[in-house]
Every structure is written in C-alpha cells, then in structure tokens.
C-alpha cells in the first residue's frame, strides 16, 4: 500500500507541474496580447500625431502657393521665385514627417494620408520647376500642359486627403485622435476663380515684363585718393605713393550672375601709353553690388589720364550702364 501510495503522490506531482507550466504559457501570451495591443495603440498614436503635425505644414504651404499664384504680375521674378521654392520646401517637409511604423489595424487612414502627402509633395516641386521653366522661357509649346499636370497632382493630393479625414471614423475607440485640418491647394473659395486655372496662368507669367529674365549690370568707379580740386575743369587727383581705381559693380536685373568680367584701361593722354588690367566678380546675386579695387596702377605722377572701367555679360539688356570713365591730373608733387 505505501508502495501504491508513492506512485500517485508522483502522478499529482506532475499535474501540478503541468498545471504551472500551463498557467504560465497562458499568463505569457496575455502578456504578450497586451504589449502587442500597447505597441499598436503607441504606434497608431505615433502616426496621428505625425499627421497632424504635417498636416499643418501642407495647410500653411497651400496659404503660400496661393499667396504666390495672386502675386502674379504684381511680385518681381526673384520674389516669386523665392515664394514657389519656399512651398515646395514646406510640402517636401511635411512629408517627411510621415516617416513612422503604422500598424496594420490603420492601414487606410496612414495610405490615404500618405497619398495626399506625396502627391502635394510632387505637385508642389512640378508647379515651382514649371513655372520657373515658363518664366525663362525655355518652356513655350506644352507649357499649358505641363502646368496643368502639376495642378492635377495637388488635386489628387485634395482628394486622397478628403479620404483620410474620411477613414478617421472606423479609427478603433481605444485610439484618441485630435481633431485634424482640411488641407486644400487648390483652394475651392480662392477670391479669384481663375487662380488655379492653367491657361490663365500661363498668359499672366508671360506678359508679365518683370518676370521674363533681365541680365543687366552697371558700374561706377573713383580714383584712389580722390581729387581734390580742377584745373582748367580737369580733376587733380593728388600725389600719393599708389593710385588705385576702385569700381562698385551692381547687378541691376533680376537674374543671379555667375561671373562679371570687369576690365580697366588706363591711357596716358600725354604719351599714347595704356594700361589693361581685369578681374572677375563671381556669384552676383540680382540686386546686389560689390567693389572691385585695381590697386598700385602702373602709372607715372605728372600725367594726364583717361580710365575706362567696364563689366561685360551675356545678354546685357541695357549695356548704356557698363561702363565709366574719367579724365584726371595726376599731379606730380604735393
């Protein structure tokens, strides 16, 4: 009997164990259940945020741009230019916000969201390349076309984002979502009807004079020391150990400058002798100026001169501003 009794002492032993183990399993996949369901609701949390975040950067991107297209005609081209890259910058942005892991239980809300994204991110860098390319020019034939496809693509961006604030209702309860903008680029209460339309606005960029590009530069130059008085209504410039020629360049178009070459020639009246010398201004950005020294000249004191200075470029619109020049005493003793 104490043998008998041994062996079911030993079963109990082992259902008891078995018991354990299985409670254990079961409390572990609980476990398991509730940081799944955690992870899900942080991520789902984590992307609603996001686009909320984003959203708000695509609502105040749609504000420029239709900032921007209004001041068609009335802005300089640099302005404008700086408006439309300053949008596509924006939108380019608030799609990059979206990068987050979303959950399977909001597949819909994160692909409509990012759908809408990424067609406004698109839509917005066509309208900036387009109208940029309508602006220079170099976009005449399908240019109507083109920007119309760049307006479709925030157009699908509308749409897709109509969608999402749509999904938002089969969001699970468990999930707090804020209240989130309307997002619209194409902006259906615009105070002009015609704002987004392409036609029209292919026709405002191109008669539009200050948005066609200008090359055009000026300059204008001092002698260094300056004169000090006449003679015979001739300035004297006095006698020091160097002479200098130092000209202020400008760039009075509405186009960057990558190079300017500026050029002096200084002639000796008296004597028939010249002196060249050149530099280059690089990177003269449109309403900018900059000064240029021709220090220590080759000149003897005692001389009656004539300086030329001049700035050449490509395309130079209105080249009566590209040079200056003086005729001077240099005077041969204090």
């Not at 008891?16 to 992870?39: D, F, G, K, M, N």
């Not at 961006?157 to 938002?168: E, M, N, Q, V």
């Not at 000209?247 to 070459?261: F, K, L, P, R």
């Amino acid at each position: 009997m104490a043998y008998r009794a041994y062996r079911s002492d030993r079963r109990f032993r082992r259902r008891r164990w078995l018991l354990i183990v299985v409670s254990l399993v079961a409390v572990i996949a609980v476990i398991a259940l509730l940081v799944s369901r955690q992870t899900e609701q942080r991520g789902a949390v984590e992307f609603f945020a996001a686009a909320d975040e984003s959203s708000d950067l695509h609502a105040r991107a749609s504000a420029e741009l239709e900032s921007a297209l209004s001041s068609i005609g009335v802005v300089d081209r640099q302005d404008l230019t700086r408006r439309l890259a300053k949008v596509a910058e924006t939108a380019a942005a608030a799609d990059l916000v979206l990068d987050v892991d979303v959950p399977a239980q909001i597949g819909e809300s994160y692909g409509t969201m990012t759908t809408a994204s990424s067609s406004w991110k698109s839509g917005t860098a066509d309208v900036d390349s387009t109208i940029g390319a309508i602006m220079d020019g170099t976009l005449v034939e399908g240019a109507q076309e083109q920007l119309q496809a760049s307006l479709d693509q925030l157009r699908i961006g509308d749409a897709a984002h109509t969608l999402f604030l749509g999904s938002l209702s089969s969001v699970p309860e468990e999930i707090d979502v804020a209240p989130l903008l309307t997002v619209e680029y194409i902006n259906p209460d615009a105070q002009d009807p015609l704002l987004y339309d392409a036609q029209t606005l292919v026709l405002r960029i191109q008669i539009s004079y200050d948005l066609s590009p200008h090359h055009d530069v000026g300059v204008t130059a001092m002698t260094e020391p300056k004169p000090v008085g006449e003679s015979g209504g001739i300035p004297v410039v006095p006698l020091t150990e160097t002479m200098d020629i130092v000209a202020i360049v400008s760039n009075e178009g509405n186009e960057d400058e990558t190079s300017v070459a500026v050029t002096l020639d200084m002639f000796n009246i008296d004597t028939g002798d010249a002196v060249t010398s050149a530099q280059e201004v690089r990177n003269l950005v449109a309403g900018a100026s900059t000064t240029v020294t021709f220090a220590n000249i080759d000149i003897t004191p005692g001389g009656l001169y004539q300086a030329k200075v001049a700035v050449t470029i490509e395309s130079d619109i209105d080249p009566d501003n590209n040079g200056w020049e003086m005729i001077f005493f240099w005077r041969a003793e204090s």
